[in-house]
C-alpha cells in the first residue's frame, strides 16, 4: 500500500476486548474514522516478507459483515503474523496456528506465538510458508462447530505435509483469545 492509517490505538473497543495499548501499537491495530474503514478496527495485514499489503476492518458494533476486505484482496496468500514471527529468528517455542486477528493479539499479550489463517482453512501458499518455518506448531481453533471441523481436517493436511505438530479442540464455543495463561501452558508439548 502506498499510505498508512491514522488509528486510534487506545480505543474502546478495544479495551474492552482486552488488547493492552502496547499491542494495538505493536500489530498496528486501532479504530478509523475516514474512508472504506470508517467505524472500524482498522487491522493492517503484511506479506510474508514484511510489505502492507492491506488493511481488514473489524466491526465494532452488529454491523455486517463483521469483517471487512479490500476488493481483490486474497486471505489463501497471506498467514497473519508471519512476518514478526520470522523476524524473531531461531523460535524453540511451538507456535499456535489460529483462526484470527484477535487471537494473535491476546496469545502475543500471553507471550506465546501464534498465526493466523484468517479463516477455518489452509491454502497450499499458506502451507509452504509454514514448511518453510520447519517449526512445530498446535492447531487451536475456535471450539464451534467450524473450528472443531477444520481442526480434524488441518491435522490431516499437517500429517499428510510431514508438519510437525499437536492439535488441541477447544469445545463450549471457547476461543483461544479468552483462554488462560495456564491453560495455554498446559497445551505446550
Same mark, same amino acid.
Given at each position: ?7 486510534? #490505538?487506545?480505543?474502546? #473497543?478495544?479495551? /474492552? ?8 501499537? #505493536? ?20 506479506? &510474508? ?6 488493511? @481488514?476492518?473489524?466491526? !465494532? &458494533? ?28 531461531? !523460535?524453540?517455542?511451538?507456535?499456535? !496456528? ?35 518455518? /520447519?517449526?512445530? #506448531?498446535?492447531?487451536?481453533? &475456535?471450539?464451534?462447530? @467450524?473450528?472443531?471441523?477444520? @481442526?480434524?481436517?488441518?491435522?490431516? !493436511? ?32
Amino acid at each position: 500500500l502506498g499510505f498508512r492509517l491514522q488509528l486510534d #490505538y487506545n480505543h474502546s #473497543y478495544l479495551k /474492552n476486548r482486552g488488547i493492552f495499548i502496547d499491542t494495538a501499537k #505493536y500489530f498496528g491495530v486501532g479504530y478509523c474514522n475516514m474512508g472504506f474503514l470508517k467505524n472500524r478496527i482498522a487491522i493492517p495485514i503484511y506479506s &510474508d516478507n514484511g510489505t502492507l499489503k492491506a488493511y @481488514a476492518g473489524r466491526s !465494532i &458494533d452488529q454491523l455486517k459483515p463483521k469483517y471487512i476486505f479490500p476488493r481483490n484482496f486474497k486471505k489463501s496468500m497471506i498467514l497473519y503474523n508471519f512476518n514478526r514471527i520470522v523476524d524473531l529468528g531461531n !523460535i524453540t517455542r511451538p507456535v499456535f !496456528i489460529v483462526e484470527g486477528f484477535f487471537d494473535v493479539f491476546k496469545l502475543h499479550q500471553l507471550d506465546f506465538y501464534a498465526l493466523a489463517l484468517m479463516g477455518c482453512s489452509v491454502s497450499e501458499h499458506q502451507l509452504s510458508l509454514l514448511k518453510s518455518l /520447519n517449526l512445530f #506448531y498446535i492447531i487451536l481453533l &475456535d471450539g464451534d462447530t @467450524a473450528g472443531l471441523n477444520a @481442526a480434524k481436517k488441518l491435522s490431516i !493436511i499437517f500429517k499428510s505435509c510431514n508438519l510437525n505438530f499437536n492439535v488441541f479442540y477447544l469445545k463450549d464455543n471457547l476461543q483461544p483469545e479468552n483462554l488462560s495463561r495456564d491453560f495455554i501452558s498446559s497445551l505446550m508439548p
